[in-house]
């Protein structure tokens, strides 16, 4: 199939025509099938989330690598990176390779698997990382997410592990000495709600570590889900030093804070789980600077630790839910209307699909869409808004806390490879 | 009125002082031969215990009982809530059966704002997790207002493990819509500087001699053992000597002031056995008070609807 697509907005540039075919972005429009009119459109690179979890194997009642892919495509999406807490746990070269090839089988957007840093998640003996990474699956990120790394002997072990195949160790920064029990952000609404707190110094503590480790190693460091102020700026200490250390910080975190958690959002009750998340949503001061810290490229990209959970796994006591939102099909909006004015088209790009390509080594994806370049791309209408209805979204599952939210910007099509993976709201398979 | 009762801080000053009125004309059925009233005759209160609690079990219990409710005692312990039966389903089940009220007590904060969701009728907090006690802090400052006159205006220190305790919640913020000033006392570690949050007016001191003698009430928590092993203080000993009220500091509070303690108590380690016997000491009478106060909030969730 090949497309013409008219009068598009090339990140925010001067309209032009768009030319698909065979799978790249060509010059001439001559034979072209399909012709879409893209005025009043952006293009911008296919997104590309460095943290999704598909559930798939173990919890296929909540999402399974095709629902979930057909969220990321209806997101704009045009690769995701499967975290590795599965179940069975991606662990294996077997497990990783069931899961790229379920992605490939979807076909909506490729499916690059996380293999777990240690057998389990366990935290005690190193996975076979060096298979996962011969393998189908070519597994360049490792994490252990959910859990984290606390060993500092292990974790330094993984970091120079890695090195020889230019992995990358996610870390997700929890001590857990210091967490024990924790419910949500340690703070004014935790002892008011009388839910014990997660305190800000049990992300950092490991991030300060992580970091010190990683220049010890010269390894390639990754924190996921930045949450705090006090985060941005060791990270921030860190890239002045040179420490090889990447971060990413989620939509709801450039969002929500831990007042959600009481109520405070219109529409919302006191302790809904659907605000539930590790970490845990913070202060409007650590909103605050996480903005500031994507915006000036402390925090390198957005991803959406999407998070799928069915039914009966959020409609509980707030001490018995499963942490964790969805995030795929409504990244971009959040974005949009965080730090869209911020950053401009290009700094999204940057944030949500360059810069989470070039961590993760998927060379097909982070390209501006000009002639020459991969047809991987996606047509967004900044003036479109639409309410989100947990109902309608692709996902299995129905954990958003965005619920009837108004948010700007409306992906209109998403394209991997030349295939039209999603177009008003309705994926290609 | 009040559909539910799930924190202090649903109460304002009226309906709070109201429900102390209610309580004090509800205490003379107990001191009658027939300790029975005919108000929610027909209507069926069930309590929900997921946490073992003789006490305010058997105490909600006699207070729906004495109004003459149908009263259904649901344990979670040896029912289908063992074998992994969701709050969601239970509440499902307990709304089929008719209840008109559930009175719940939960080892999760927030339980009972859960359950607001699935049930109709009015849901009680009879305790949930760290989070709050609310008639436990109506029957404390009925108690505080029957033995010094009034509350507003009362010093009142709430001393111990302020952090898990939601007797300690539920007091500092209704003591304040009271107009009492409270002072939480304890170790840092027991007594975080974000609890100064949960009202204006609220003090926090890690000095309990020094709050002593302002004092005109002084509620004692209950500290249990296995906090030392987590660290937050490093023995009993120790705890007992910079904040347990022996002998000595009773004598250094005011004349007039009283002890309170929500029991069950932890003799020698937050309070001394001679203390707690004492005449200033309340806490048999809270006990008996707690009944007319949950029979007052029975009364008016239940009752005052109909």
Redesign the interface.
Known sequence: MSYLIRNVSVLGGAPVDLVVRDGVIVDSADGTEEVMDGTGLIALPGLVDLHTHLREPGREDAETVLTGSRAAALGGYTAVCAMANTNPVADTAGVVEQVWRLGREAGLVDVQPIGAVTVGLGGEKLAELGAMADSAAAVRIFSDDGMCVHDPRLMRRALEYVKAFDGVIAQHAEEPRLTQGA?MH???V????????WPSVAEEAIIARDVLLAAHTGARLHVCHVSTAGSVEVIRQAKARGVRVTAEVTPHHLLLTDEAVGGSIEGT???DPVFKVNPPLRTAEDVEALRSGLVDGTIDVVATDHAPHAA?DK??????ARPGMLGLETALPIVLHTVGDALGWDGIADRMSRTPARIAGLDEHGHTPVPGSPATFTLIDPQARFTVDPAALASLSANTPYAGMELPGKVVATFLRGKRTALDGKAAA | MIKHLLSAADLDAVTATQIHDIAAEMATVAGREVKKLPTLRGRTVVNLFYEDSTRTRTSFEVAAKRLSADVVNFSAKGSSVEKGE???DTAWTLQAMGADAVVIR??????P??L??WVHGSVLNAG?????HPTQALLDTYTMRSRMGKVEGLNVAIVGDVLHS?VA?SNALLLHTLGAKVTLVGPPTLV?P??G??TPSLGVSYDFDSVLPHADVVMMLRVQKERMNAAFFPSSQEYYKRYGLDSARLRRMPDHAIVMHPGPMNRGVEIAPEVADSPRSTIVEQVANGVSVRMACLYLLLGGRS
């Open positions: 419910q340690e703070g004014d935790s002892a008011r709600l009388g839910l014990t707190g009750a006191p302790y009966q409609e509980c006591e707030w001490a018995y | 969701s709050l969601k939960h080892p999760a904060s927030g339980a704002h859960r607001t969701h949930d997790g760290t989070h709050e939601r919640r975080p974000a609890f949050s949960l």
